[in-house]
C-alpha cells in the first residue's frame, strides 16, 4: 500500500468516526423536558415522537454508513476497479466510450446496491412516522426520469471532460472548467422551466389574502416577483419547505402545499421574505461564485494527479486512465473537500442569519417568522436540540433555537428595547 492509499483510507476512515461520535454525541443530548418556548407547537407525544424519529434515523444512518464503508473496501483491496476496467476495455471501444461505460457501471452498480435502503427509509421509516406519501409507481418514476436525466444530461458533459484531459494536453484543466461552468449557469435557467416540472407539479398561487399579502410586500421591498408557485409536495412527504431557485425571469418561489396547510398568511409572509433576503443579500451569486472557484481549484489540481502512477498503483491499476483516474482523484481530495465543507457551512449559517435578520427588518416583526419555524420544526419532528458538534458538522443552518434567540435580539435591538 503506497502513501496515497493510505491517505485515502485515513480519510474514509477518519470521516467514518467523526461522523459516529457526532451521532453518539447527538443522541447523548436527547432530554424528555421539552425546551421552553416550544410548548404552544409541541405536545409531550409529539416531543417524544420527533426524539425517537432522531434515534431511528441515526442507527439507520450507522446501518448504511457501515455497510458503504464495507463495500468500498472490499471493492478497493478485492481488485474491484482493475477487474470492471478489464471488462469495459474488453468492449473494444475508444478512451471517452469506454470511461463512459466505466463510470456508468460503477455508478450503477453503487446505486443498486443503496435501493434497498432508499427502499426501506421511503416505505419504512418515512411511513412509520407519518411522512410518506410516495406510491411504489412515483418513486419508480422518480429513478427512472432520474437515469434518463443523466444520460442525456449527465453523460455528455462527463464526455466531454473526458475528451478534454484525453486530447487537450495542459489546456484540458481550464477548458473543463469552463465547460463544466457554462454547464451549470445553464441549469440555473433551464431547471425551473424543464427539468423540476418533470418531478413536481408548479401551479401559479391561487388570488386571495396570501397571494396579495406576498405581492405587496415583494413589492415594499423592491423585488420583482413575477413567478410565484406552489408545489405539491405532498406528493412525495408530509414535510414542508420553501425554496428560491433560477435566475433572471426565469426565477421562481415555491411553496410547497404541505406549507400553506399548516401556515398563517404573516408567518408564510415571513418565510418569503427569509428567501427573498437571501437574493437580497447576494447569497445566491455568493454561492455560485464559491462554486465555479471552487470546480476550477478542482480542475487544476485534477491535471496533476489526471496520469500520476501512484495514483492508479493505490487502487492496483497498472493501466492508468483519465476516466479512472478522475474516480481515484476525487477519493484523494476527499479531506480537502471535508475541511471546505466545513468552512461553507459555517459560512450558509451566516447567510441565514442575515436572511433571518433581513426578514424581520422588513417586515417589522420577529414572531411570524419564529412561529413559522417552530411549526416547521414540529411537523417535520425536526430535532430541537442537536449537540454542537454535529452541529458543526452537518448543519447548513443554525440550531433552531439559537436562530430563533437571534432573530428576537435583533427586533428589538432595531425596536430600540
Not at 142 to 156: H, M
Not at 163 to 171: K, Q, T
Request: proline residues 4%.
Amino acid at each position: 500500500m503506497n502513501v496515497i492509499a493510505v491517505i485515502i483510507l485515513l480519510a474514509i476512515l477518519l470521516s467514518f468516526i467523526l461522523d459516529l461520535v457526532a451521532d453518539i454525541l447527538n443522541l447523548g443530548m436527547l432530554r424528555n423536558d421539552l425546551p421552553e418556548g416550544f410548548e404552544d407547537v409541541y405536545d409531550a407525544a409529539r416531543y417524544r415522537q420527533s426524539q425517537e424519529y432522531l434515534r431511528v434515523n441515526t442507527r439507520f444512518g450507522w446501518m448504511t454508513g457501515v455497510f458503504d464503508l464495507t463495500v468500498t473496501l472490499i471493492f478497493w483491496f478485492g481488485g474491484g476497479f482493475p477487474l470492471v476496467d478489464g471488462w469495459m476495455r474488453s468492449l473494444g471501444y475508444g478512451p471517452v466510450i469506454t470511461g463512459l461505460f466505466y463510470m456508468g457501471f460503477l455508478l450503477l452498480f453503487k446505486s443498486l446496491l443503496g435501493l434497498p435502503f432508499g427502499i426501506y427509509s421511503t416505505f419504512g421509516i418515512e411511513e412509520r412516522f407519518g411522512f410518506n406519501k410516495t406510491t411504489w409507481q412515483t418513486f419508480v418514476t422518480d429513478i427512472l426520469k432520474g437515469v434518463l436525466l443523466s444520460i442525456l444530461l449527465g453523460a455528455p458533459l462527463l464526455a466531454a471532460v473526458l475528451a478534454f484531459f484525453e486530447y487537450a494536453g495542459g489546456n484540458a484543466w481550464w477548458y473543463c472548467w469552463i465547460a463544466v461552468t457554462l454547464f451549470t449557469l445553464a441549469l440555473q435557467f433551464i431547471a425551473p422551466t424543464w427539468i423540476m416540472p418533470l418531478f413536481n407539479k408548479f401551479i401559479p398561487l391561487e388570488e386571495g389574502d396570501l397571494k396579495r399579502a406576498i405581492m405587496d410586500y415583494a413589492r415594499s421591498v423592491q423585488f420583482p416577483l413575477t413567478h410565484l408557485f406552489v408545489m405539491d409536495g405532498s406528493k412525495r412527504s408530509g414535510k414542508s419547505n420553501a425554496f428560491f431557485t433560477g435566475f433572471g425571469r426565469n426565477k421562481r418561489i415555491a411553496l410547497f402545499d404541505t406549507l400553506i396547510e399548516q401556515h398563517t398568511v404573516p408567518e408564510l409572509v415571513a418565510v418569503l421574505a427569509h428567501e427573498i433576503g437571501h437574493y437580497k443579500k447576494r447569497h445566491i451569486i455568493q454561492r455560485m461564485v464559491i462554486s465555479i472557484v471552487h470546480t476550477g481549484v478542482v480542475f487544476y489540481l485534477l491535471s496533476f494527479f489526471i496520469s500520476y502512477q501512484g495514483l492508479f498503483d493505490a487502487f492496483y491499476m497498472s493501466q492508468p486512465s483519465v476516466y479512472a483516474g478522475l474516480i481515484f482523484f476525487g477519493m484523494l481530495f476527499s479531506p480537502i473537500d471535508f475541511f471546505l465543507g466545513l468552512v461553507l457551512q459555517m459560512l450558509s449559517r451566516k447567510n441565514e442569519y442575515e436572511a433571518d435578520r433581513f426578514a424581520v427588518e422588513t417586515t417589522g416583526d420577529a414572531r411570524p417568522l419564529a412561529e413559522a419555524l417552530k411549526k416547521l420544526a414540529a411537523n417535520n419532528l425536526s430535532n430541537l436540540v442537536p449537540h454542537p458538534f454535529y452541529a458543526f458538522l452537518h448543519y447548513s443552518h443554525p440550531p433552531l433555537r439559537e436562530r430563533i434567540g437571534a432573530m428576537q435580539a435583533f427586533h428589538r435591538k432595531i425596536a430600540g428595547q
